[in-house]
């Protein structure tokens, strides 16, 4: 039983916190930063299910090792992706607020030479991640569900930077890909 209320409890806190945003998003009318954090809802709420639920064997895992392998391999990219994108805006994005994710600048350096939408790019793929790690019905739904968030994401925000940065941003874009790190390597 303590498992069931604790997380619930886990659940409550990250849609209260990401709700918040969410609102805030709504209000503002910047529908990236929605997106975004109904993925983050949805991504930690499938860590938080599987933590405390799928642990205890409450539904059925798959199990198939070679999976959950690549699984756990996916982490490595998906944190230097996001963790990456959050390091280059918070040092070169010049942001006006203390959201830094709030640029005032053009950033087309480090990981952004690479994929021109980095974080949401990390964070789909921590969400094939614990698909793959855990293995349920519920993680395949709610990954999707995160992954899909995290894509319109990606989609509203390069709109929002055209019209923020203009065709400076149409040529950044033209060169860069948003998620297709490989087409960009292969340059």
């Known amino acids: 039983m303590y498992r069931y209320i604790l997380c619930v ?15 805030e998003g709504i209000k503002k009318q910047i529908l ?3 997106y975004t954090h109904i993925g983050l809802s949805i991504f930690f709420t499938l860590l938080a299910i599987e933590l405390t639920l799928g ?11 070679w999976l959950k392998v690549i699984g756990w391999v996916l982490y490595i990219p998906s944190a230097f992706l996001t963790f990456g994108s959050l390091i280059t805006l918070k040092h070169k994005g010049k942001p006006e607020t203390h959201d830094f994710t709030s640029t005032t600048t053009l950033i087309n ?6 994929v021109s939408q980095p974080m949401t790019l990390g964070m789909a793929i921590w ?5 793959l790690v855990f293995q349920s019905i519920i993680s395949i739904i709610l990954g999707i569900a995160s992954t899909f968030c995290f894509w ?8 929002k930077n055209i019209k923020k940065f203009g065709d400076t941003y ?17 340059k």
Not at 55 to 65: D, G, K, P, T
Not at 109 to 114: E, L, M, S
Not at 127 to 131: F, K, N, P, R, Y
Request: hydrophobic share 50%; net charge positive; charged share 20%.
């Open 127 to 131: 969400s094939i991640a614990l698909i």
């Open 55 to 65: 642990s205890a064997e409450a539904w059925m895992h798959f199990n198939i090792l």
């Open 152 to 159: 319109m994401g990606a989609k509203k925000e390069t709109e």
């Open 109 to 114: 350096t480090g990981i952004y030479r690479i």
């Open 32 to 34: 990236s930063e929605t």
């Open 170 to 186: 149409k040529e950044y874009i033209n060169k860069v890909p948003m998620w297709n790190v490989f087409k960009r390597l292969r």
């Open 9 to 23: 409890s886990i659940c409550t806190v990250i849609w209260i916190v990401n709700g918040i945003c969410i609102i």
